[in-house]
């Protein structure tokens, strides 16, 4: 009866398996000191759509807004930062990269939402 049992509830148990790699990050008491830096704000929005520096772009034209931002600063070492959502595609995000560097951004930082983890989604810990 027993060896049954187990059958028939592995025969009809889901498994669920979650995309992607669980990573636990260790805590630390170190925090990055903050810099006197000025820092450029490139913020993605829906379907492409890049705000920079008061005006609204797309990915072929935010080259030439990099480069004017650039050549009106005074700052010897420029620092991007750029704001997306999770939707975005890595490969966008590194071609906003090659474009800055090209530019002559000498740093890129990434920011993004915190969102709440859905606790029925997360693995059992243990």
């Given at each position: 009866?027993?060896?049954?049992?187990?059958?028939?509830?592995?025969?009809?148990?889901?498994?669920?398996s979650?995309?992607?790699?669980?990573?636990?990050?260790?805590?630390?008491?170190?925090?990055?000191?903050?810099?006197?830096?000025?820092?450029?704000?490139?913020?993605?929005?829906?379907?492409?759509?890049?705000?920079?520096?008061?005006?609204?772009?797309?990915?072929?034209?935010?080259?030439?807004?990099?480069?004017?931002?650039?050549?009106?600063?005074?700052r010897?070492?420029?620092?991007?930062?750029?704001?997306?959502?999770?939707?975005?595609?890595?490969?966008?995000?590194?071609?906003?990269?090659?474009?800055?560097?090209?530019?002559?951004?000498?740093?890129?930082?990434?920011?993004?939402?915190k969102q709440?983890?859905m606790?029925?989604?997360?693995?059992?810990?243990?």
């Amino acid at each position: 009866m027993i060896v049954i049992a187990m059958l028939v509830s592995l025969l009809f148990t889901r498994f669920v398996s979650l995309p992607g790699v669980r990573i636990d990050l260790p805590s630390t008491e170190m925090r990055i000191q903050h810099s006197q830096q000025a820092v450029a704000v490139l913020t993605i929005g829906d379907n492409g759509m890049l705000f920079f520096d008061g005006a609204v772009a797309d990915v072929g034209t935010i080259q030439s807004g990099f480069e004017r931002y650039i050549e009106s600063s005074d700052r010897s070492s420029q620092v991007l930062l750029i704001k997306a959502n999770a939707k975005m595609p890595m490969q966008d995000f590194l071609r906003l990269c090659e474009l800055a560097q090209a530019a002559g951004f000498d740093q890129v930082q990434l920011a993004g939402k915190k969102q709440k983890a859905m606790e029925e989604l997360l693995p059992p810990q243990g």
